[in-house]
C-alpha cells in the first residue's frame, strides 16, 4: 500500500504571501490529482496531473508533477483568505491500480 | 453545473441501528463510489459499483455495509447495525471513467452519521 505524505500538516499564513505544499510517496503513480476540501464539504476537484514534469497553472496555484511521479507540489501565489481549505492529493498507483488520499494540508490565509 | 448530492446531510442513529445514505450521482457517470472521513482523519475509500455491481471494496466495507442502485439515479449505503466508529462523513462521488484510470472524482457534499 504506497502512502502519500502531504507537508507542511499545517499552514496559517497571511493575505498575499506565497506558500508551496508537497505531496511526496516512495511509489510511482500513473496520475496524481490535487483536491480542495471546506469544513462540512466534499473534496472539490482542482487538477490532475499525468506526465512526469508536468507543470499546470490555475489562475494563482501552480501544480507540478515530478519528474519520476512519485512526488507533486502545489504552489499559490498572492495567497488569498479564499484559499482557506484542506488541500488534498490522491494518486493512483501505477503498479496496482490504487488509489489513496494523503491526509491534507490544512491552510489558513489570514486577511 | 452537474453535481452529485447526498441526503440527508446530518443523521443521528443510535447505535444498533440500521442506516441509509442517499446519494444521486452525476448524470452521464458510470462509476459510483462510497468514502469516509472520520473527523480529522483521511479520506478512505469503502467501495466502487459499476454496471450493477461492486467492482472495488475497501478492508472497512465488511457485511455490515451494502450498496445498492435501486434505480436509474439512486445510489445508496446501508450500514446495518451502527456501531460508534461508524460516526463519519459520507462521500458520495462519481466518475465518468473508472477512478483508477484518471483519479478524478466528483463529491457529493457529504452525510454527516453521528452514532450514539
Known amino acids: 500500500t504506497q502512502l502519500l505524505e502531504q507537508s507542511p500538516q499545517f499552514l496559517s499564513i497571511q493575505e498575499g504571501e506565497n506558500l508551496t505544499v508537497y505531496c511526496n510517496s516512495s511509489?510511482?503513480?500513473?496520475?496524481l490529482q490535487w483536491y480542495r476540501q471546506e469544513p462540512g464539504e466534499g473534496p472539490v476537484l482542482l487538477v490532475t496531473?499525468?506526465?512526469?514534469?508536468e507543470v499546470k497553472k490555475l489562475k494563482r496555484l501552480t501544480f507540478q508533477f515530478g519528474d519520476a511521479r512519485k512526488d507533486s507540489s502545489l504552489h499559490i501565489t498572492a495567497a488569498q483568505p479564499g484559499d482557506t481549505g484542506l488541500y488534498l492529493c490522491?494518486?493512483?498507483?501505477?503498479?496496482?491500480?490504487?488509489?489513496?488520499f494523503g491526509a491534507g494540508t490544512r491552510l489558513t490565509v489570514k486577511p | 453545473e452537474p453535481e452529485v448530492t447526498q441526503t440527508p446531510s446530518h443523521q443521528v442513529t443510535q447505535m444498533g441501528q440500521e442506516v441509509i445514505l442517499r446519494c444521486v450521482p452525476i448524470?452521464?457517470?458510470?462509476?459510483f463510489y462510497w468514502y469516509r472521513q472520520i473527523l480529522g482523519q483521511k479520506v478512505e475509500f469503502l467501495v466502487s459499483?459499476?454496471?450493477?455491481?461492486?467492482?472495488?471494496k475497501s478492508e472497512i466495507f465488511d457485511d455490515q455495509f451494502s450498496v445498492e442502485r435501486p434505480d436509474g439515479s439512486n445510489f445508496t449505503l446501508k450500514i446495518r447495525s451502527t456501531k460508534l466508529e461508524d460516526s463519519a462523513m459520507y462521500f458520495c462521488?462519481?466518475?465518468?471513467?473508472?477512478?483508477?484510470?484518471?483519479?478524478?472524482?466528483?463529491f457529493g457534499e457529504g452525510s454527516r452519521l453521528t452514532v450514539l
Open positions: 462521488a462519481s466518475s465518468r471513467t473508472d477512478r483508477r484510470n484518471t483519479g478524478e472524482l466528483f
Open positions: 511509489s510511482v503513480f500513473s496520475s
Open positions: 496531473v499525468v506526465t512526469g514534469g
Open positions: 490522491a494518486g493512483v498507483s501505477y503498479n496496482n491500480n490504487d488509489m489513496r
Open positions: 448524470s452521464n457517470h458510470l462509476y
Open positions: 459499483f459499476y454496471n450493477n455491481e461492486i467492482s472495488e
